[in-house]
């Protein structure tokens, strides 16, 4: 996933997403649903684990937290 932020050009980043891949176009503007900041330390190594609850195409709505509680 490439992401950019304005005024500091763009970054290419890898999200987790629980579950099915997500149905996105390569370029497609995408919501990030719960998306979380997970830092790693191993030895001498370190980074960020990016983790989403759900990846979905831009413009698409977010059902409210109440009503994505009884579906499941």
């Known amino acids: 996933m490439t992401v950019a932020v304005q005024g ?7 999200v987790r997403v629980a579950g099915e891949a997500p149905t996105v176009q390569l370029g497609q503007p995408v919501t990030l649903v719960g998306l979380r ?6 030895e001498d190594r ?23 509680k009884r579906q499941q």
Do not use: C, N, Y
């Open 37 to 42: 900041a997970q830092m790693w330390e191993m």
């Open 46 to 68: 370190h980074g960020v684990l990016w983790v989403a609850s759900e990846i979905r195409p831009a413009g698409v709505p977010t059902p409210p937290a109440a009503a994505t």
């Open 8 to 14: 500091a050009g763009a970054s290419t980043i890898k």
